[in-house]
């Protein structure tokens, strides 16, 4: 892991525009060096864990394709044209 320097640290505050007492340097440089040695840590420890993604699964039953007539959901529809349903403009097509 690389090491935080004062001069890390002055120039973090000079670009984040906060002033920071030469007697708080010192201080800021062990917080910000736990800091990073946690956050290495926890990717050490995440690089271990497997999760499993669970994004579109569906849980409460066999995800099964059923054909159905196209035309009797159509009918049901308040506007539809040709094999599509005809639904409000949303996005100006002028741009």
């Known amino acids: 892991m690389a090491k935080i320097s004062k001069e890390d640290v002055l120039k973090i ?4 525009h906060i002033t920071i007492h030469d007697n708080e340097v010192d201080a ?3 917080r910000l060096e736990h800091v990073l040695s946690y956050a290495a840590r926890v990717q050490e420890i995440g ?3 497997k999760v499993h993604s ?11 394709a059923v054909p159905f007539d196209a035309q009797l ?3 049901r529809a308040p506007e539809s044209q040709e094999h599509y349903f ?10």
């Open 13 to 16: 505050a000079h670009i984040s």
């Open 28 to 30: 800021l440089v062990d």
């Open 47 to 49: 690089a271990d864990v």
């Open 54 to 64: 669970m994004k579109n699964v569906n849980v409460l039953r066999e995800d099964v």
């Open 73 to 75: 959901i159509l009918a």
């Open 86 to 95: 005809v639904v409000p403009a949303i996005l100006d097509s002028n741009k």
